[in-house]
């Protein structure tokens, strides 16, 4: 009940803010509710998850809501058969067409690993946190 008076207190997160906490399995959604005992997100997959407020005391917690500008990264692998360069460019194409990116001359494309299966090409962009959780939609 402690923490619950912390959180409620100091407004460090609200109702509506974007997070992700970091616990035995990763939480990413929007805060829902906050009680003095637990805090209710909706995960991305529309998932309510109950965290108990002595979690989001002792755990690390990212707020993506307080920023302007929020990276979001993601691997997709190819074949070795694959034209990198010609497979880079259509990716970040295809990114740059999503409304909620930002700043669209930072959207980039890097070979990251040769695997067994294929290549691993890693992307990275940057969208307006404001608009919602677009990062699974995204990916």
């Known amino acids: 009940m402690i923490a619950g008076i912390m959180i409620l207190s100091t407004k460090q997160i609200n109702i509506g803010d974007i997070i992700e906490v970091k616990d035995t399995e990763d939480y990413f959604g929007r805060i829902e509710e906050i009680t003095i005992r637990n805090t209710v997100i909706r995960t991305l997959d529309m998932r309510q998850v109950v965290l108990p407020n002595m979690t989001l005391i002792r755990k690390p917690i990212k707020t993506y809501s307080a920023e302007d500008i929020v990276r979001v990264d993601g691997i997709v692998q190819v074949d070795y058969e694959t034209d990198l360069p010609f497979a880079q460019k259509v990716m970040v194409e295809a990114i740059n067409t999503l409304s909620f990116v930002k700043e669209p001359d930072k959207t980039k494309s890097l070979v990251w690993s040769f695997d067994d299966s294929g ?14 959780l677009i990062q699974d939609y995204a990916k």
């Open 119 to 132: 290549i691993s090409l890693k992307y990275f962009f940057y969208f307006d946190p404001q608009q919602g």
